[in-house]
């Protein structure tokens, strides 16, 4: 996480420490999904009739095929250019999430939040059904954790006018509680309270 400070207001840029391997890890795997898909599609589309019916069925899955790499490589593509932003004033909260063609920006009155809460909660996937005792010589197990490791949970959240707003997929226990203590402290001060 890096905190920037200017005046009043905080900006953390939500980041682990192993960020850039991460970025690393998901370009090789778009790499290799997107070289899959285009290998697939340039020696399969030019023999693909649509007008021959006895071969539609194959047809059919051939394309099913391409679009699902497509769709797995375009994932891992989001994963490059995934950002997470919170912006913490005196009176308010920003929380600017960024992606490859979309960034969304949320404010929040700093008044109506009620406690931020920590979820470090990972939860067991079941096995691979083909997943062996011994060695995964198939990669049953490495997909599954790729799979989870793509859709991780938010870890922050907290309560604002009845609804739970969720953020901060890359953030650690200890970033955690930075934002609490300086989260409490402009709460204190905007309520009139004093810190014990």
């Not at 192993?18 to 795997?29: D, E, T």
């Not at 989001?78 to 490859?100: A, D, H, N, P, V």
């Not at 920590?118 to 059904?129: G, I, N, Q, V």
């Amino acid at each position: 996480m890096l905190a920037i400070t200017s005046g009043e207001t905080i900006e953390f840029i939500l980041k682990e420490l192993s960020f850039y391997k991460k970025k690393v890890f998901w370009l090789f795997l778009f790499l290799l999904y997107g070289g899959i898909t285009f290998s697939i599609a340039i020696f399969t589309i030019p023999h693909i009739d649509l007008f021959n019916f006895k071969l539609w069925l194959m047809n059919l899955i051939i394309l099913a095929i391409i679009f699902v790499y497509f769709l797995v490589s375009f994932s891992f593509l989001k994963q490059i250019f995934r950002s997470e932003k919170m912006i913490l004033g005196s009176t308010y909260l920003i929380l600017e999430q960024g992606g490859l063609f979309v960034k969304s920006s949320e404010y929040f009155e700093l008044g109506k939040i009620d406690q931020i809460n920590f979820s470090d909660k990972e939860f067991k996937l079941a096995d691979h059904p083909l997943k062996s005792e011994h060695i995964d010589y198939f990669g049953f197990e490495t997909q599954d954790k790729v799979i989870a490791n793509a859709h991780k949970n938010d870890k922050l959240q907290f309560q604002y006018e009845g609804r739970m707003i969720s953020f901060g997929k890359d953030i650690f226990s200890w970033d955690y509680e930075i934002i609490l203590k300086e989260f409490i402290t402009r709460k204190l001060k905007l309520t009139g309270d004093q810190p014990h």
